[in-house]
């Protein structure tokens, strides 16, 4: 028989509460926002004096940077609350998690690699900055590809519990890379006094980071119901194997 944990699934009356109203809100919010975002990145915002237009592209790579940094947060507090608690909801939280932070990621990377062939001329740059991100990313795509090799879902759960945790000291590399070394990348204009942003750009800049927040926080809630709605599946089919092993 397998461990408490692994069978510690939803009921089907939880999977229907967690759908509505809330994710009426969360849509509403999200199309607001996303709406909002992409008038003031297109028309409030001016162009940049010396990117031109180009520069346009800060307001997806920085909140895409922020909620990849966010989500593999996530995959860490989920991971540690499952190796203290012992409940699958956090495991399936952190795995969630990771998927999207992958996800964001990968546009940041990206995004970046397209605005720096038209400010630096090149597609990529060893940079400290590009490179600590890239081996985040790597980081987070080998997570993921721990829990699809391991079949066995005790073990699965635990050893991705500790990549989760240990993965995200990346985090902080990342963010202070342009500190510790000599760098290319811009420093962050939001927590440098002296960055010098519009009010207009910085404006804009909040509310796409804000619009792309609501956007985690949906693709996280449809993750977590599609991986509550996978362990209903399992449950349902593990009952029915024992019922025929009794009736056999």
């Given at each position: 028989m397998r461990q408490a944990q692994t069978t510690e699934l939803p009921r089907p009356r939880r999977l229907a509460a967690l759908r509505e109203p809330a994710n009426a809100v969360l849509y509403a919010a999200l199309l607001l926002s996303m709406?909002?975002?992409?008038?003031?990145?297109?028309?409030?915002?001016p162009a940049e004096r010396v990117q031109a237009e180009i520069y346009r592209l800060l307001f997806v790579h920085v909140p895409s940077a922020w909620?990849?940094?966010?989500?593999?947060?996530?995959?860490?507090?989920?991971?540690?609350?499952?190796?203290?608690?012992?409940?699958?909801?956090?495991?399936?939280?952190?795995?969630?998690?990771?998927?999207?932070?992958v996800l964001f990621t990968t546009l940041c990377l990206v995004t970046g690699s397209i605005w720096g062939r038209s400010v630096w001329g090149v597609w990529w740059q060893w940079d400290p900055r590009l490179t600590t991100t890239l081996i985040m990313w790597f980081i987070y795509v080998s997570y993921l590809?721990?829990?699809?090799?391991?079949?066995?879902p005790n073990a699965r759960q635990r050893?991705?519990?500790?990549?989760g945790i240990v993965g995200v000291v990346s985090v902080p590399i990342v963010w202070f890379s342009v500190e510790w070394w000599r760098s290319l990348h811009p420093t962050p204009s939001v927590t440098n006094p002296g960055g010098g942003m519009p009010p207009e750009m910085l404006t804009t800049l909040l509310v796409s980071v804000a619009a792309f927040t609501v956007f985690y926080v949906v693709l996280l809630r449809q993750r977590m119901q599609l991986e509550l709605a996978v362990a209903e599946l399992g449950s349902l089919r593990e009952r029915l194997y024992e019922r025929n092993e009794e009736s056999a």
């Amino acid at each position: 028989m397998r461990q408490a944990q692994t069978t510690e699934l939803p009921r089907p009356r939880r999977l229907a509460a967690l759908r509505e109203p809330a994710n009426a809100v969360l849509y509403a919010a999200l199309l607001l926002s996303m709406g909002l975002a992409l008038f003031m990145a297109f028309v409030f915002a001016p162009a940049e004096r010396v990117q031109a237009e180009i520069y346009r592209l800060l307001f997806v790579h920085v909140p895409s940077a922020w909620l990849a940094f966010a989500a593999f947060g996530v995959v860490a507090v989920g991971s540690v609350m499952f190796l203290v608690r012992g409940k699958s909801r956090w495991d399936r939280l952190a795995h969630a998690s990771a998927e999207i932070g992958v996800l964001f990621t990968t546009l940041c990377l990206v995004t970046g690699s397209i605005w720096g062939r038209s400010v630096w001329g090149v597609w990529w740059q060893w940079d400290p900055r590009l490179t600590t991100t890239l081996i985040m990313w790597f980081i987070y795509v080998s997570y993921l590809a721990l829990r699809s090799y391991i079949d066995d879902p005790n073990a699965r759960q635990r050893m991705s519990s500790v990549v989760g945790i240990v993965g995200v000291v990346s985090v902080p590399i990342v963010w202070f890379s342009v500190e510790w070394w000599r760098s290319l990348h811009p420093t962050p204009s939001v927590t440098n006094p002296g960055g010098g942003m519009p009010p207009e750009m910085l404006t804009t800049l909040l509310v796409s980071v804000a619009a792309f927040t609501v956007f985690y926080v949906v693709l996280l809630r449809q993750r977590m119901q599609l991986e509550l709605a996978v362990a209903e599946l399992g449950s349902l089919r593990e009952r029915l194997y024992e019922r025929n092993e009794e009736s056999a």
